[in-house]
Structure formats: structure tokens, C-alpha cells
């Protein structure tokens, strides 16, 4: 969840419940009975498209967003090049919508990935037969997922685990001894603020309940290595 999600839907309530006092509020203009009623309309989207981002804050699910969002800005600009009366007001909300539609900054965390040209060489005294131990097992079965493109080289897809080791310690970080959930949220955050898609969810749920347990999910040897951290120990067969 976002700062911004949340004022969208404070905004979009307060355009509901009292349309009249927000158009004081924002453009000192009272507005008749028509105007009202697109008010509450666009109250009632505002809402409903907060709580479609809260739910799925996907990079895809953002940019719809924001295409709506411009594409109102858009229309209000005609409205108040065509309608002088209304000049304040479409503007206003001409400008609402724009900040809206601005992109989302990303949060803070640990420092990304290096490029792997740039990766830290190992140390002379590890023990590089550490980084061929496969993952330790984790609940319901969840592995790394699959890359969505299969054609990708080798060099590519180290890097895309090494991105998203750096996500996965990143809600470490910050879910670690929290409830799943907010484990989750932290770690679906981390994926976006990366670019990265979204795993599909018996993962996102899987690596989620490790965080909380205060376990980091080891996406692979070399992507730990990647991001200059260590493996956890192996428990004995």
C-alpha cells in the first residue's frame, strides 16, 4: 500500500459523502446540482481505483492507473477550454488527476545489485563449493519461478536473480518477524520498486512465511553471492 493509494481514497470518499464542500475547499466555487452528481461519480472512482491498487499493485495494474488518470486530466482541459463557467473547477481537478498520474516514488532499501560486470569477486578463503548447495527447502514446495522468457542468456538471467534476491533481502529487512501478510506487502513492494514481475503467488505466499519466521529465501548461490551476502547453513540430511 502507498501514501498515495491512500489519499486517492480519502479523496474520492470526501468527494462522495460532501462533493459541495471539497469544490469550496479546493476552488472556493459551490457547485449546482449537476455538478454535483459528476462529483460523486468521480468519487466513486477515485475510490474504487484505490482499492483496486491496494489490492494488486502490479506495474501493469499502476500504468492502467495512470492512464485513467491522464485521460481525465485530458478530458477536463477540453472541458475548460469549451465551458468558461466551469474553468476553475475542470482545472483543479485537471491537476488532481496529473498528480495522480505522476510516477509513484520508489521506497528506500538496500543498495541494488551490482551489474554482474561489477559484482564483488569472492573471497580467496570461501568455500566456492557453497554456491553449488541447492536451496534449503521451503514450505509448500516453493522453488525459484520460472522465467518468463525462456530465450533469455544466461548472463540476463543471473542478473534478474540477483535483482530479485536483493527484493527478497530488502523485505527481509523490513517484514522479518512481522505476520505474513506484511511480509508479503514488503516483498510484492520490493519486486516493483525493481521493474521485476510479479512470481506467481504460492511464492510470493511461501517466501512470505519464511520472512516472517525470520528466514531469507535463497533464490540461488550465486545471486546471494550477487548482492554480497551469505548462504545460511544447510540442515544435515
Given at each position: 500500500?502507498?501514501?498515495?493509494?491512500?489519499?486517492?481514497?480519502?479523496?474520492?470518499?470526501?468527494?462522495?459523502?460532501?462533493?459541495?464542500?471539497?469544490?469550496?475547499?479546493?476552488?472556493?466555487?459551490?457547485?449546482?446540482?449537476?455538478?454535483?452528481?459528476?462529483?460523486?461519480?468521480?468519487?466513486?472512482?477515485?475510490?474504487?481505483?484505490?482499492v483496486v491498487l491496494m489490492r494488486d499493485g502490479r506495474n501493469r495494474v499502476r500504468?492502467?492507473?495512470r492512464a485513467v488518470d491522464l485521460l481525465h486530466a485530458g478530458s477536463m482541459l477540453v472541458l475548460a477550454a469549451w465551458s468558461p463557467g466551469r474553468t476553475r473547477t475542470?482545472?483543479?481537478?485537471?491537476?488532481?488527476?496529473?498528480?495522480?498520474?505522476?510516477?509513484?516514488?520508489s521506497p528506500r532499501g538496500?543498495?541494488?545489485?551490482?551489474?554482474?560486470?561489477?559484482?564483488?569477486?569472492?573471497?580467496?578463503?570461501?568455500?566456492p563449493d557453497l554456491l553449488d548447495l541447492p536451496a534449503p527447502a521451503r514450505p509448500r514446495g516453493a522453488g525459484t519461478p520460472r522465467d518468463e522468457d525462456a530465450?533469455?542468456?544466461?548472463?540476463?538471467?543471473?542478473?534478474?536473480?540477483?535483482?530479485?534476491?536483493?527484493?527478497?533481502?530488502?523485505?527481509?529487512?523490513?517484514?522479518?518477524?512481522g505476520s505474513p501478510q506484511q511480509a508479503r506487502v514488503a516483498l510484492v513492494r520490493a519486486l516493483d520498486a525493481r521493474a521485476l514481475p510479479l512470481p506467481p503467488p504460492a511464492w510470493l505466499d511461501a517466501v512470505?512465511?519464511?520472512i516472517a519466521a525470520g528466514n531469507i529465501?535463497?533464490?540461488?548461490?550465486?545471486?546471494?553471492?550477487?548482492v554480497g551476502l551469505q548462504l545460511p547453513p544447510h540442515e544435515p540430511l
Open positions: 500500500m502507498r501514501t498515495r493509494d491512500v489519499v486517492r481514497l480519502a479523496y474520492g470518499a470526501a468527494l462522495l459523502v460532501d462533493p459541495q464542500r471539497c469544490s469550496v475547499a479546493l476552488t472556493g466555487t459551490r457547485l449546482d446540482r449537476p455538478g454535483r452528481v459528476t462529483a460523486r461519480v468521480l468519487g466513486a472512482r477515485q475510490v474504487l481505483q484505490a500504468r492502467a492507473s475542470a482545472t483543479t481537478d485537471a491537476v488532481v488527476a496529473a498528480l495522480f498520474a505522476g510516477p509513484s516514488p538496500p543498495r541494488p545489485a551490482p551489474p554482474l560486470e561489477h559484482a564483488p569477486a569472492p573471497s580467496p578463503t570461501s568455500s530465450d533469455t542468456g544466461p548472463r540476463a538471467r543471473r542478473q534478474r536473480d540477483a535483482d530479485r534476491q536483493a527484493a527478497v533481502y530488502e523485505a527481509f529487512t523490513a517484514g522479518s518477524g512470505a512465511a519464511d529465501y535463497v533464490v540461488s548461490g550465486p545471486a546471494m553471492q550477487d
